[in-house]
């Protein structure tokens, strides 16, 4: 929501489904640019907040946002009533910045319901078992909502965002990608954490665990095409068993651009070895992607690691500092690198994608300095500067275009 025209906005197609029959509980996200703008003012007081207070600030994007779509609603006539996540409550873990949701009480918020009202609560936030607000971490409200919609019981969570559903990659990179009416919840998960930036990961997971139906819908259509239209939209993150069984091959394709790579060469191959270096890299709070160690030659292997490129230079110096006590020769690392990866449950009945994959990347003349593999996945690292040229060649090879 950019203005009190969209919240106006937002307000008509909540009360054009209230007019339907249906109880509705909102759950929106800060005004556009707010939470980042909350989080500047922090960082123009000290560059490392206490995460209780950047928590405290950060979660008033959204006490806005309801308390306006709420008055909104009113203007229209509708009676409805806003709550912040703590009031409702949302129980969290303390982890500020990036709680998780425990419980959530659905009393209060059942009876406003029953009682004819709208309910607005506060995305991205609960409060801890002291009474602390916990934000959920950025693009939290996306888990709150479904989070929320589970503890409902609802028939469907609807996400409206800025895009109008899933397609099968990124359009700004394939001018040809295609919206996905369905795509199953394991592939959303894959895809959310292949990269992919419309669904916040933890809120794939819970509509998954609580096989919540969701469905990922454009917040920019006309508030008042017919409802019918506007429910049948977008993408349904469904259950596999519920799809065809005419799976194509491949669903999508997922990249992500800013990966880094390290190499530590020359350690001994003995046991404990992946342990001594991936050890402080965990303790330093970086994770680690794909891996592989090298079969050794004359008792001595390389360890190759990814890294989100924004932990390339931490990772480097805390291996700088055990290089000595690993025994290893040097290490070696790659800040521009990219991961490509196609996704689809397909892969578990049809054979040789991976082959069809690296085939298509090897006619385009691309290096494959890396690769992972779940059963519903390929992923390959490659140089950053081909990304594009991989993702467009792959999106045609595997004919995604194509409905
Ligand atoms: N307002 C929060 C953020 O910008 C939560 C969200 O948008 O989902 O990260
Ligand atoms: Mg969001």
Sequence with gaps: MGSTERIKNVARRVAKWHDAGYQIVVVPSAMSGETNRLIGLAKEI????????????????????????SMALHAVG???VSYAGWQVAIRTDSAYTKARIQSIDDAKVRKDLDAGKIVIITGFQGVDGDGNIATLGRGGSDTSAVAIAVAMKAQEC?????????????????SDARLLKTVTFEEMLEMASLGSKVLQ?????FAGNYKMPTRVLSSLTDPMIP???????????????????????ITGIAFNRDEAKITVLGVPDKPGIAYQILGPIADANIEVDMIIQNQSVDGKTDFTFTVPRGDHAKSM??????????????????????????????????????????????????????????EIKIS????????????????????????
Excluded: C
């Design 46 to 69: 000290m560059e490392q907040p206490d995460p209780r207070e950047l928590d405290m600030l950060a979660s008033t994007g959204e006490q806005v946002s309801v308390a306006l779509l």
């Design 78 to 80: 509708k009676e409805a």
């Design 158 to 174: 609807q996400i409206y965002t800025d895009v109008d559903g899933v397609y099968t990659t990124d359009p700004r990179v394939v």
């Design 201 to 205: 990961i933890r809120s794939v997971e």
């Design 227 to 249: 409802l019918e239209e506007e429910a049948a939209s977008g993408t349904l993150i469904s259950f596999e068993e519920d799809t065809h069984m005419e799976q194509a091959a």
């Design 317 to 374: 110096e805390v291996l700088k500092s055990v290089k000595e006590h690993i025994g290893a020769v040097s290490i070696a690392g790659d800040a521009k690198v990219s991961k490509v990866s196609v996704v689809g449950v397909g892969m578990r009945s049809h054979v040789g994608i991976a082959s069809q994959m690296f085939r298509t990347l090897s006619e385009e003349g691309i290096n494959i300095l890396m690769i992972s593999t779940s």
């Design 380 to 403: 390959v690292l490659i140089d950053e500067k081909y990304m594009e040229l991989a993702v467009r060649a792959l999106h045609k090879a595997f004919d995604l275009e194509k409905a």
